[in-house]
């Protein structure tokens, strides 16, 4: 027999972690159902199903011959269009078709951007704690996940001041996420500002994650100024996704919003990625933009409610403190010092039927935290925390 030599992989591939999510899932198979049934904060998933009405626009738009054929690359028109006139609408300013491309999902529309603004050996700053997909996605790319520590006493937004000490020749980027994933902050529109400024003056990417913008607490007139007040175009894209909003994370559907030069090269990504995103679900969205929205503004002051739910939940418990929570989620320091967060999820789970995620998913030095995903789960099932957390100890 011929001695063979194993094919190795891309090093940058075999040094990006697993996907964490199914491990703390699969310490929820060990539960024995003794507390009621598993009240599920791991993952972030909308809670309930979409309106019946937009169900019934994908079922009619999956009939039709046309949607089967390849569509544009950067998705169709009539929803280009229609998610232009909303972000307007949101933003306080005119945004053209050519400025929005639809992307099968937010985390692709990440890939994608990455890929457009930085090279192996670069850099790009991610505010710490981090959603580990952007740090999974800069790792095996070969561009460095540079840490933006966010101080909890800050309510973990980010200091333009810090991230500035920390850019080199080699940075290209810096990723904002609000409201956060994990931690649930939400940045301050003077914040955003300041963050515009710094990359627009260092020649540096902004890229700005608002895939749970839509949650919002109500009153909140826009989420910032940017848009509206910035020659936005040469120094800030936009990302966004329809999954949390619309509640259809199946039918991943995303948009990018860059000025028309760099939509040029992030469509030769797409096109080599992703050809065109499903159309079916494109139609569905085009009409839900308008036609769900009463349901939408209902949902963002459900959302809304579950989170003041989870701190009064959360309060007899002095132990455990909400750090911060908004949008999807809270962010908790657990009240066991020097137990790795993956032990006290693990109990937490088999002992109470609760699950969490811990702290270091999310970035390192994050021990004392559990990321809560707040939006999945009804608020009765919330108001159970209390009684579950009561006497639980390792």
């Known amino acids: 027999m011929l001695a063979t030599t194993p094919a190795a992989l891309n090093p940058d591939l075999l040094d990006t972690g697993t996907p964490p999510i199914p491990q703390a899932q699969g310490w929820a ?24 009405a937009l169900l019934e626009r994908l079922s009619q738009a999956a009939a039709l011959p046309d949607n089967t054929r390849y569509g544009p690359i950067t ?13 307007s609408r949101v933003y306080g300013t005119a945004f053209r078709p050519a400025e929005v491309a639809i992307s099968s999902g937010c985390n692709q529309a990440f890939v994608m951007t990455m890929m457009a603004v930085a090279k192996a ?3 790009v700053l991610l505010p710490a704690p981090w959603y580990f997909n952007h740090e999974m996605t800069l790792r095996m790319l070969g561009i460095e996940a540079r840490p933006l ?41 003077a914040t955003i500002a300041a963050f515009a400024e710094l990359c627009a003056r260092r020649g540096l990417w902004l890229v700005l994650d608002e895939t749970y913008r839509d949650f919002l607490p ?25 999954s949390k909003a619309y509640a259809v994370p199946g039918w991943r559907l995303g948009a990018i919003t860059a000025g028309e030069a760099v939509m040029a090269q992030i469509a030769k990504v ?31 002051t459900e959302i809304n409610a579950r989170a003041a739910l989870f701190r009064e939940a959360m309060a007899p ?53 559990l990321r809560i995903a707040i939006a999945n789960v009804a608020a009765d099932r919330i108001g159970e925390l209390s009684d579950r957390l009561r006497g639980f100890s390792l």
């Open 149 to 189: 520590p966010c101080d909890p006493a800050a309510g973990f937004v980010p200091d333009v001041a810090t991230a500035e000490a920390l850019i080199d020749a080699g940075t290209r980027a810096i990723v904002l996420v609000t409201p956060n994933n994990p931690t649930g902050a939400i940045y301050p529109p």
């Open 75 to 87: 998705g169709d028109t009539a929803l280009r269009e229609a998610y232009a006139a909303e972000i």
């Open 29 to 52: 198979r060990a539960y024995d159902g003794r507390f009621g049934p598993l009240v599920d904060l791991s993952q972030a998933v909308p809670g309930s199903p979409p309106p019946a």
């Open 270 to 300: 797409l096109d080599c990625v992703q050809i065109s995103p499903v159309r079916a679900g494109q139609a569905a969205i085009t009409w839900g933009i308008e036609g769900t929205r009463d349901w939408r503004e209902a949902n963002r």
């Open 218 to 242: 109500a009153g909140v007139a826009a989420p910032h100024e940017v848009f509206a007040t910035t020659r936005w175009q040469d120094s800030v894209i936009g990302l966004y996704s329809f």
């Open 121 to 123: 050996g670069q850099s």
């Open 317 to 369: 418990h002095n132990g455990w403190r909400v750090l911060a929570a908004g949008a999807y989620f809270a962010y908790v320091a657990h009240p066991f010092a020097g137990t790795p967060a993956a032990d006290v999820v693990r109990e937490l789970v088999q002992q109470r039927g609760v699950l969490a995620l811990p702290g270091p998913y999310f970035g390192p030095g994050q021990e004392q935290h």
